[in-house]
């Protein structure tokens, strides 16, 4: 599963490209803006329900706390999904071309959704738990073929903020766009679990309308043909990721870096909702679900703000350096900040939830330093840059799944607190690995010198 190298003379000519362009200067690749867009759009609709769909669950069947495990658990399941579409995004793109992988994605997100939707309605737990398991393979599919296309035309030496700007799109729609768009549509389709539904509902008009503006806005080569080599099988394309992964155990590091960035998030939008709106009388912190819809997407913009930046670093000062100081050690003290900061405050006080936001969005901003990492996997293996991908689009989906299982194998036993410090040992294991992950950068240590697949 290998992508044909892309040098520094091609990044502004990619085919349709023409001269180098502003935007290619930015690092985003001129001929695919319209997919940025498209993802941006496709993610707001997917983040719509992100930071209720726990509780709307719960209550579906009944509330209750047993109820948020029984969620937790189904959200876990629908993640696992999610993992094994990420792995498929960049073992597909490689055999059928990005194009048709996103195109796939899409009519999975729609026709599940619907499904979803449903089986709630019908409150059936078998039905809900497989339509949403199989929900879970759609926004993968979509997102990371989309990265793949880019890691295949963007300029190496801007490889990070490529990233960095597809991560500005991913998160401007999951969660940030998506919470907002839900505090606005939740109250005026009705309000309450009603509410929820119909906004859930409505999101699938953005997931469309994201594919049909990346669908007819790109008409870049590399989207619609097989990037594989021609003389690898199906077989072998599709497997090249685990057997790199087994073989160069400094993609094993990358891989098990980037499942640990993104897994708090996740997790967080289970335990918090119920903790942030939840009543004081039932434990809760006594602010509204609308605050804390509001609150999600202030903590996010953060992130949106601060991705492309940290891509630009970690083409500067080193994106190893970036992603451990930055990206790990800053996240773990902000996750911890985002926890107890509400615990500190006066509940369901104005001037605690500003403070309490303010914390939040230390976390959001310092998970921005884990995005040179999209650039490191395929750096470390530069004859196998696709596997690579492979097991990086793998290890973002797979955040997901991470996150809600360490929720749901933890909470019982110990409660939200024990969640939060979960992650935090989960992030110290991360700054340990990130010493086994050298990789060569071509503006700060210039011509590769030797393979790093020969040097892993």
């Known amino acids: 599963m290998t992508f044909p190298s892309t040098t520094s003379s091609s990044a502004g ?5 023409g001269r180098e362009t ?3 200067r930015l690092g985003i690749p001129h001929v695919l803006r319209w997919g940025f867009l498209g993802v941006l759009l496709f993610m707001t609709g997917n983040g719509v329900e992100s930071n209720f769909v726990s509780t709307h669950i719960a209550e579906a069947f009944g509330g209750g706390d047993d109820k948020i495990d029984l969620a937790a658990k189904i959200i876990a399941a629908y993640s696992l999904a999610v993992l094994v579409g990420s792995y498929l995004a960049g073992a597909l793109s490689d055999l059928f071309g990005p194009r048709r992988v996103m195109a796939l994605g899409v009519g999975v997100w729609v026709v599940f959704e619907l499904a979803f939707l449903g089986s709630l309605a019908i409150e059936s737990v078998p039905l809900v738990a497989l339509s949403y398991f199989l929900r879970g393979f759609g926004f993968p599919l979509f997102a990371f073929a989309f990265l793949v296309w880019i890691n295949h035309v963007v300029d190496k030496e801007r490889n990070g903020a490529g990233v960095g700007w597809f991560y500005v ?3 401007g729609g999951l969660p940030t766009l998506g919470s907002l768009v839900a505090a606005f549509l939740i109250p005026r389709l009705g ?3 009603a509410g929820e539904s119909a906004a859930m509902l409505g999101s699938s008009v953005l997931v469309i309308a994201g594919f049909l503006v990346a669908w007819f806005g790109v008409r870049e ?3 619609s043909r097989r990037l594989a080599p021609a003389g690898e099988t199906a077989s072998q394309v599709i497997t090249a990721g685990v057997r790199l992964t087994f073989t160069n155990k400094r993609i094993a590091m990358g891989f098990l870096t980037r499942l ?7 997790g967080m939008f289970i335990i918090l909702p119920n903790v942030i709106a939840g009543s004081v009388a039932d434990g809760g912190l006594g602010w509204s679900q609308s605050q804390w819809l509001v609150m999600t997407s202030i903590v996010y913009a953060g992130n949106i703000l ?6 630009a670093l970690g083409d500067r000062v080193g994106w190893v350096t970036t992603v ?3 990206g790990i050690l800053g996240s773990a003290i902000g996750l911890l900040l985002w926890w107890y900061v509400p615990h500190m405050v006066t509940a369901g006080s104005d001037w605690g939830f500003a403070v309490s936001v303010a914390a939040g969005t230390v976390f959001g901003i310092m998970l921005a330093g884990f995005v040179p990492l999209g650039a490191i996997m395929p750096a470390i293996a530069p004859e196998h840059t696709g596997a690579a991908m492979a097991m990086y689009t793998t290890a973002a989906g797979g955040a997901t799944f991470l996150g809600s299982a360490v929720v749901a194998i933890v909470r019982p036993l110990g409660g939200n607190v024990a969640v939060v410090w979960a992650f935090v040992a989960l992030y110290a294991c991360a700054f340990a690995m990130t010493y086994f992950l050298k990789v060569h950068q071509p503006r700060l240590h210039g011509p590769v010198l030797e393979s790093a697949d020969e040097a892993a």
């Open 13 to 17: 000519t990619a085919p349709g490209a």
């Open 22 to 24: 502003f935007l290619d």
């Open 169 to 171: 799109m991913f998160t």
């Open 191 to 193: 309000g309450g679990f």
């Open 221 to 223: 080569g590399h989207g």
């Open 260 to 266: 640990i960035n993104t897994a708090p998030e996740f």
């Open 306 to 311: 601060f991705n492309a930046a940290f891509g």
């Open 324 to 326: 451990r100081w930055f």
